[in-house]
Each structure stands twice: as structure tokens, then as C-alpha cells.
């Protein structure tokens, strides 16, 4: 028998019985469409996690100390390290400013303006410029506080005075400042809220902590290296300089985690949804043995008019594979759009008709919003996957019957009843 004819042979076979095709097919699709749906979503969430957990550059490590800060020796004795192209303090101060007569409660961070891609990577100025280190009292807003503040032309806040107000603990009072720009929806880095903060020069920063905290110390230094590929070995040397009184957190090391714990957890939801293709592959078991058992005779003539082992074999492969690649098929493309609906759904039942999923939070003394917006995503490769899978188990389920099929004897079949 020819290849073609194998086929039309299957097709036949499998319009013959309808009820129980389209019922394994049933059986196929759920499953492949529940697997697609799940790994759809997840993978989304994992991207939605990622837009706004941001980190650092892969060459930034964070020096955090546990008890006491850093001071300007340790600068001097960390950029000596090899490997460390500069090291950069890191000053975060909650307070509270007033701009056009309203109040704002955020967190000020004051950091190194040359390297602001290293540590906040492809942060945008909506309106403005950024400052130099050296500009007094310049001020950037996060795109969060914008919207708390009313006006009609974000535009017109630029070169507008400010004065802050700082609670420290030594000395109480105000601080003048000036807009110079309004930071674009970023997210929220590993260090702060971006959104939610305003940013200062390191300069300005420090005259705020001294003033206000009676400190001249550095509460996180920011550590880059010349070479991502020299991490280790710049950690190692930082965890022999400062043992237990401090720890490095390296981005690279984070990044690696947050990937791990994000495709673990697309394997482990995978993994269940799997189960569903097991059992439709069961079903296709049981399916074809009772087709084997009702074509017995069928078997026989064609075993007796010279057709091989092989071709009875494949004549019965061929209907798992065809009704697999049809259920492949429908139940990836059914199980996106339906992991499209369960996203919106899930976010009119959460965000109360939004689009996002918005996430409160309240740190420092201060409230934000984070919104989350989750598109479910579906990579080639994953497809790929999981049309592999299926069509795997689909054989797994179908090579028994098959081989029974194949293995009848001739005069047997025909003498079934």
C-alpha cells in the first residue's frame, strides 16, 4: 500500500465512526487548550513581573550594610577593587513636598546622574532634562505624582519652585527646589518605586541628609563593574572585605533567579495541565483498541490480500496523529484566546473595569499604585512544545492497539465473528 493510501484508508476509518472521533478529538482538544491557556498566562505574568520588577544593569551590584553605613574610606577602598569600574552612594529619604499649594507624600533617592542607565536602565524624561550633578535643588518627579498634582499642562511644572519638607530626627524643616523634568511610567526598580519618588542629584541629596539627619555616611553604595563577566569575582572580594557586616546583591544573580522562578513555575502549572492530555490519550487507547476489535475481519482480507504489518500499523498511527494535529491545531489557538478572555475578565473583576490589575502598596509611611497589566504571550518555542507533548502522548496511547492490529494473524481475523 502506497502512503496516500494509508491515509485515505485512516480518514475513511475515522468518518465511518464520527461519534467516537469527534469524541477523542474532544478529549485532545481540552487538553491541549487547557496546557495552552495555562503556559500563556503564566509566561504573561512572568513578563508583566519583569516590565515592573525592574533591576539594575547586569554589571550593578547593591552593597548593603546590616547595621552601620558606609563611609567615604569604603568608597575610596571599593574602587580600588579590580574588576570595579566606580562606585556610586545611594541616599533614599522619605519627606514630603509642596508644589501649586498641594502636598505629596514620596520617597526622595539621591544618586549619581552619570549613570542613570546603570541603575534605573531605560528610564525616559517625559518633560524636562535631567540635571547635572552639580545643579542645585534640581528635581525630577515620578510619573506617579504627576497625576496627583493639578494642572493642566505637565509642561508648565518645569522650572516651577518647590520647597520640601524633611522630619529627620536631629532637625525638622524645609528645603527649596526646582522641577526640571517628569520622569515616564517606568515601574518599580529593586531599590525603589520609581513612579512614586522623585529624584534629586547626589549633591543635593547628601546637603538634605546632613542637614536633616546630622549624617555624612551612605546608607547603600552601588557598585559597578568593568565586566559582567567579572561578578563573581568582584562579590567574592566584597564578601572577604565585609563578611557578616554586609551583603552583596549582585543584578545578574537576580535576574537569574527571577527567570528561574518564573519558568519553574510555567513547568509546574504545565505539568498539571498536562494530566488532561494523559487522559485524553487514554481515551484514544480504549478508542482504538474496541476499532481493533471491530475491524478484526477487515484486518484479516487485508492481511490476505498482502498488506504488511507496517501499513496495518501505520493505517492505525495515522488516525491518533491526524485527529492529534487537528485537536494541536484548535486547542492552542482556542487556548490563547482564552487565556486573552480570563485575562480581561479576571481585570474587570479586579481592577473594576480596567484593563490592569492595579496593586496597592504602602512602604515607608507612603501609599503607591502599581499597575500590573497582564497580556498573555505565547513564544514559538512554548507552542512548539506543546504540540511535541501532545502528539508524543498521543503515540504513547495509540502504538499499543496499533501493534495488536499489526500482529493478528491472517486466517484468525477471518475466521472472527
Known amino acids: 500500500m502506497r502512503l496516500l493510501d494509508i491515509l485515505k484508508f485512516s480518514f475513511k476509518a475515522m468518518r465511518s465512526r464520527k461519534r467516537r472521533t469527534y469524541l477523542t478529538l474532544l478529549g485532545i482538544f481540552l487538553g491541549v487548550l487547557t496546557l495552552t491557556a495555562v503556559v500563556?498566562?503564566?509566561?504573561?505574568?512572568?513578563?508583566?513581573?519583569?516590565?515592573?520588577?525592574?533591576?539594575?544593569?547586569?554589571?550593578?551590584?547593591?552593597?548593603?550594610?546590616?547595621?552601620?553605613?558606609?563611609?567615604?574610606?569604603?568608597l575610596a577602598k571599593i574602587s580600588t577593587m579590580d574588576g570595579v569600574e566606580t562606585v556610586i552612594p545611594m541616599i533614599r529619604i522619605f519627606g514630603e513636598f509642596n508644589v501649586m499649594g498641594q502636598n505629596?507624600?514620596?520617597?526622595?533617592?539621591?544618586?549619581?546622574?552619570?549613570?542613570?542607565?546603570?541603575?534605573?536602565?531605560?528610564?525616559?524624561?517625559?518633560?524636562?532634562?535631567?540635571?547635572?550633578?552639580?545643579?542645585?535643588?534640581?528635581?525630577?518627579?515620578?510619573?506617579?505624582?504627576?497625576?496627583?498634582i493639578s494642572v493642566e499642562d505637565a509642561r508648565d511644572l518645569i522650572g516651577l519652585g518647590i520647597r520640601i519638607s524633611i522630619g529627620g530626627p536631629i532637625n525638622k524643616g524645609s528645603i527649596k527646589g526646582t522641577i526640571y523634568g517628569v520622569l515616564a511610567p517606568?515601574?518599580?526598580?529593586?531599590?525603589?518605586?520609581?513612579?512614586?519618588?522623585?529624584?534629586?542629584?547626589?549633591?543635593?541629596?547628601m546637603s538634605?541628609?546632613?542637614?536633616?539627619?546630622?549624617?555624612?555616611?551612605?546608607?547603600?553604595?552601588v557598585v559597578i563593574v568593568d565586566d559582567v563577566n567579572r561578578i563573581d569575582q568582584v562579590v567574592s572580594e566584597l564578601r572577604d572585605e565585609y563578611g557578616d557586616s554586609a551583603y552583596p546583591i549582585a543584578m545578574r544573580d537576580l535576574q537569574r533567579a527571577l527567570d528561574t522562578l518564573i519558568n519553574?513555575?510555567?513547568i509546574a502549572l504545565g505539568s498539571i495541565a498536562v494530566m488532561t492530555i494523559v487522559v485524553a490519550s487514554v481515551g484514544i487507547m480504549n478508542a482504538m483498541y474496541t476499532t481493533v476489535t471491530e475491524r478484526t475481519r477487515i484486518i484479516g482480507v487485508m492481511r490476505a490480500m498482502g498488506a504488511f504489518q507496517r501499513e496495518i500499523m501505520l493505517s492505525f498511527l495515522f488516525e491518533g496523529v491526524i485527529m492529534s494535529a487537528i485537536a494541536i491545531i484548535l486547542g492552542i489557538i482556542g487556548g490563547y484566546v482564552g487565556a486573552i478572555l480570563l485575562s480581561q475578565l479576571m481585570s474587570l473583576a479586579i481592577g473594576g473595569g480596567s484593563s490592569n490589575v492595579r496593586v496597592t502598596s504602602r512602604a515607608g509611611g507612603m501609599q503607591g499604585s502599581i499597575s500590573?497589566?497582564?497580556?498573555?504571550?505565547?513564544?514559538?518555542?512554548?507552542?512548539?512544545?506543546?504540540?511535541?507533548?501532545?502528539?508524543?502522548?498521543?503515540?504513547?496511547?495509540?502504538?499499543?492497539?496499533?501493534?495488536?492490529?499489526?500482529?493478528?494473524?491472517?486466517?484468525?481475523?477471518?475466521?472472527?465473528?
Open 186 to 205: 517606568y515601574g518599580t526598580s529593586i531599590m525603589t518605586d520609581v513612579d512614586n519618588s522623585i529624584l534629586i542629584p547626589l549633591d543635593y541629596a
Open 208 to 221: 538634605m541628609y546632613q542637614r536633616f539627619y546630622n549624617r555624612r555616611d551612605y546608607p547603600t553604595l
Open 104 to 148: 505629596i507624600r514620596a520617597s526622595i533617592v539621591g544618586f549619581d546622574v552619570n549613570y542613570v542607565e546603570e541603575l534605573f536602565p531605560d528610564l525616559k524624561l517625559q518633560y524636562g532634562d535631567w540635571p547635572s550633578n552639580q545643579a542645585e535643588q534640581a528635581v525630577i518627579i515620578g510619573n506617579n505624582i504627576l497625576s496627583q
Open 372 to 417: 500590573l497589566s497582564i497580556t498573555p504571550v505565547l513564544p514559538l518555542e512554548y507552542a512548539l512544545t506543546i504540540a511535541g507533548v501532545t502528539l508524543l502522548i498521543t503515540l504513547i496511547g495509540a502504538i499499543p492497539p496499533a501493534r495488536q492490529a499489526a500482529k493478528l494473524e491472517p486466517a484468525k481475523a477471518l475466521r472472527f465473528e
Open 40 to 74: 500563556s498566562y503564566a509566561a504573561g505574568y512572568g513578563v508583566a513581573i519583569q516590565k515592573i520588577i525592574k533591576g539594575g544593569s547586569l554589571r550593578v551590584i547593591y552593597l548593603i550594610p546590616r547595621e552601620a553605613s558606609f563611609t567615604e574610606s569604603d
Open 264 to 266: 519553574t513555575s510555567i
